[in-house]
Structures are given as structure tokens and as C-alpha cells.
């Protein structure tokens, strides 16, 4: 797991894990925890996500970039977590269920806690990355609250779900749960802006709908080795096709499908997003949906089968992509004037 072996320096939060906080020890410790959880919130992101560590420290807001961190490693930990394959190879049977569940369940427990200013105990120096998100954040309003708890909602329904088959209106929650968190953490942290800008609410979370359909694509075959089935039940039944029979006709039709989705979405996430008056939440926008978009021509040139692994081709795309969506960001359509940084 990332978080335990990322640096050494990290090994003296040991020493005050099992010590609730607000006691005299913690109290002593306080600053050098918040420093040490920031450091180790750094590694994590640029270990996990390079794409995703340069945004935060070049266009959130100076005074949350700490805590932005915080909120995107300490759920890169809990994911990887609960994904840890079993030592007994077997990604499907009892014994790791029930390790996901309690693991998860203290998560559970320690968020709550946290939210409501009660003193809680540290088991792994990684958790200490929630509590500090919490304490540190001027105010925990709706939007990090609505990401702290969204993103809470897809570690549950990746613990349900794993060994599974699952409905679509399961799927649609579940990606609806993951769009949600995605764009209002980036308006909690980019900008402090509301972004609405006379827009449709709702379409503010299209284009991380379209960005978590590709990446659910994407990662099919790794999913399902790791034992998620990322296809409806009812479209196998329907097709008489099981979880891993990708190339069969049912399957792929069910791929032409989400690829349609997709890009319905990131045009209309993308027309929102070019709309918001921060000109770096622009970039921050646009880029992601860049990120997975090019993805959606890889799928139509395999005929939409599926491949194990789309490594090769993002390194070649991520230059052009970057810069395409820099362009954009800049120029805000049918407005006259637009500064970068307002909010």
C-alpha cells in the first residue's frame, strides 16, 4: 500500500496513533502531524496520478493546495486498500470481503466522527489525512462535504459489489456518486466559485459523468481479474453473454452505447466548464475531460473491443491534449473580458 511505504519519515506518526486527538500528546504533536500528512499527501498523489498532483499545485487555490491533496491521496489510499489482492490470490472469497467491510466501516466511522468535532484515534498514518482535511479546512461546507461523503458512497459500492453481478441503476448511481464528488471538490478548491453562471445545475456534473463512463471502459479487464464486473446484469442476460466475454456482439454493442454517452456528455460538460468565470478552473476542467476523451477514438478504431491495457497510447496523447485544453480555458466564448484567477 502507498501510503505505508512511501517514506520513512512517516513512521513517527506511529507514535501518536492510538492517542485520540485533542489529548495534551496530540496537542504537542499537532504541527508536526499536519506537516507530515501534507508531505505524505504529496507522495501519494504524484505516485498515483502525475496529471493529477500538477493540477492541484499549480491551480487550487494557494491557501486549500495542502488540503486538496489531503482529499485526493487519502481516498487514493482507501481505494488501493480495499484492492490490496487477498494472500490468498483469490479476489472473490469470504475472508477478503470481510477485510474490505472492516476496513471500510472504521472509515465510515471516522469521517462521521470527524465532521462532528469528536476526538478520534489513528490506526494508519494515512487516516490522519481525513482528519486533518476536516480540522484544517476553514469550514467543511457543502462542497467538501458532498465530496468527502460522495466519494465515501463509491468505496461502499466497490466493497458490495466486488465478486458481483450488479444492476444498471446500480452502475448509474454509482457513477453519479463519483461525478458529484469529482466537480464539487473542484469547485470547493479552484476558484470558490459557484460556476452556475446562469447554466442548468445539473450540467455542471456531466463532464466527470462522461470522464468515469470512459474509465469504467477502460478498466474492464483489470476490474474484472480484481473481481468487478463493470457491465450491467441485465445486459448480460439480455446478450447471453457473461462478465468477461468482451468481444462478443452483445458486449461490444453495450461499449458503442457508453461511447455515445460519453461524448454527449463531454460536450455538454465541456460547454459548462468553458463558462465558468475562473479561467484555472477552465484549464482544471477541460484537461480532465481531455484526459479520457481521446480515449473514446481508441474504442471506435478497435471496433469496441475492448483492450487490457491503453498505457502505450496516453503518453503520446497527454502532450496534445494538455495543450488543447489550455487553449480553450483561455478564451471564454462569448465573453468579452475574463480573469484568471476570479472567482
Request: with cysteine.
Amino acid at each position: 500500500m502507498l501510503a505505508r511505504t512511501v517514506d520513512p519519515r512517516y513512521r513517527g506518526l506511529v507514535n501518536c496513533m492510538n492517542t485520540p486527538v485533542g489529548t495534551a500528546r496530540t496537542r504537542q504533536w499537532g504541527h508536526t502531524l499536519a506537516v507530515l500528512d501534507a508531505h505524505l499527501a504529496r507522495d501519494i498523489t504524484k505516485a498515483a496520478s502525475a496529471q493529477t498532483y500538477w493540477t492541484i499545485g499549480l491551480l487550487v487555490d494557494r491557501a486549500r493546495v495542502d488540503d486538496a491533496y489531503r482529499a485526493y491521496a487519502y481516498f487514493r489510499w482507501l481505494d488501493d486498500s480495499l484492492d490490496a489482492r487477498p494472500q490468498s490470490g483469490d479476489p472473490w472469497c469470504e475472508a477478503d470481503r470481510t477485510r474490505c467491510r472492516v476496513l471500510l466501516d472504521r472509515q465510515q466511522r471516522l469521517l462521521e466522527g470527524a465532521l462532528r468535532g469528536e476526538t478520534v484515534s489513528l490506526v494508519d498514518p494515512a487516516e490522519g489525512m481525513l482528519v486533518d482535511l476536516v480540522r484544517s479546512a476553514e469550514t467543511v461546507d457543502d462542497g467538501l462535504e458532498s465530496y468527502l461523503r460522495h466519494m465515501m458512497d463509491v468505496m461502499e459500492f466497490d466493497v458490495r459489489r466486488r465478486g458481483r453481478l450488479v444492476s444498471r441503476l446500480e452502475l448509474d448511481t454509482y457513477t453519479r456518486s463519483l461525478a458529484t464528488a469529482v466537480t464539487d471538490a473542484m469547485h470547493h478548491f479552484i476558484g470558490r466559485c459557484t460556476g452556475h453562471d446562469g447554466l442548468d445545475r445539473e450540467m455542471r456534473y456531466l463532464g466527470a459523468t462522461g470522464a468515469h463512463v470512459v474509465h469504467m471502459l477502460r478498466d474492464t479487464k483489470a476490474d474484472l481479474r480484481a473481481g468487478y464486473i463493470n457491465i450491467p446484469r441485465e445486459v448480460l442476460d439480455a446478450g447471453g453473454i457473461g462478465p468477461a466475454d468482451t468481444d462478443s456482439d452483445a458486449y461490444r454493442a453495450w461499449v458503442r452505447d457508453r461511447v455515445a454517452l460519453a461524448r454527449r456528455c463531454f460536450a455538454e460538460g465541456r460547454a459548462y466548464v468553458r463558462d465558468v468565470r475562473c479561467g484555472r478552473f477552465r484549464l482544471a476542467g477541460l484537461a480532465y475531460i481531455a484526459r479520457f476523451e481521446w480515449l473514446l477514438d481508441a474504442f471506435e478504431r478497435d471496433d469496441y473491443r475492448l483492450r487490457a491495457d491503453y498505457g502505450s497510447m496516453a503518453a503520446a496523447t497527454a502532450l496534445q491534449t494538455g495543450v488543447e485544453a489550455a487553449v480553450r480555458a483561455v478564451r471564454r466564448p462569448g465573453r468579452r473580458a475574463s480573469r484568471w484567477n476570479q472567482a
